[in-house]
């Protein structure tokens, strides 16, 4: 088999609620999310599993530092770009072209807002639908203030999230999910 590029191959849902079973969020729960997908800065992109919390357990015969690996950890930050209406200067709640407008940006703007975060990468690219058996990364975490960034290039905002649960390596469901 051969390897793929990474360029335009991830795909993120933003969810507002919770899929049934988060290691297998069926394809109609990922749809009800916003797909942030086209609308997150690739440079800064990092949501992943990071090193777990390590304890002391080892046995009283045993002369190094054995460590049992404990809770698990990941990091949640991304830079949603804002899209305002050019008329008004307001955000932007759709187009035609866009139908989500400065939805990523509004569903992480407050801090404490709890969401779940689903990423594909695999040689699909990131505008392929999602389909059952899809390989699949959710990541649930809590928003924290939006962060201020440079104000170079395009106008966005820095998300970081309280890291609270995970489920890596899972698949997409078929079906309607809850």
């Not at 916003?34 to 009283?60: H, M, P, Q, W, Y």
């Not at 008329?87 to 709890?114: C, L, N």
């Not at 389909?131 to 990364?137: L, R, S």
């Amino acid at each position: 088999m051969p390897k793929s590029l990474a360029d335009g191959r991830t795909k993120v849902a933003l969810l507002t609620v919770k899929p049934a079973d988060p290691k297998k969020p069926t394809v109609a729960e990922l749809e009800a999310g916003i797909d942030a997908s086209c609308r997150l800065n690739s440079s800064d992109f990092n949501v992943g599993a990071t090193d777990s919390e390590t304890i002391d357990e080892k046995e009283l015969c045993v002369e190094g530092n054995a460590v049992a690996l404990g809770p698990s950890n990941a990091t949640i930050e991304f830079t949603p770009f804002r899209y305002f209406d050019p008329e008004t200067g307001k955000a932007e709640t759709g187009t035609a072209e866009a139908e989500i407008g400065d939805a990523v940006f509004q569903a992480t703007k407050h801090k404490g807002t709890r969401l779940w975060i689903y990423v594909r990468e695999t040689s699909k690219l990131s505008t392929a639908p999602w389909e059952a058996g899809d390989e699949v990364d959710g990541y649930e975490f809590i928003t924290d203030n939006p962060q201020q960034l440079d104000r170079t290039g395009y106008i966005k905002r820095k998300i970081k999230g309280a890291f609270q649960d995970l489920w890596l390596n899972g698949e997409v469901a078929a079906g309607t999910g809850g």
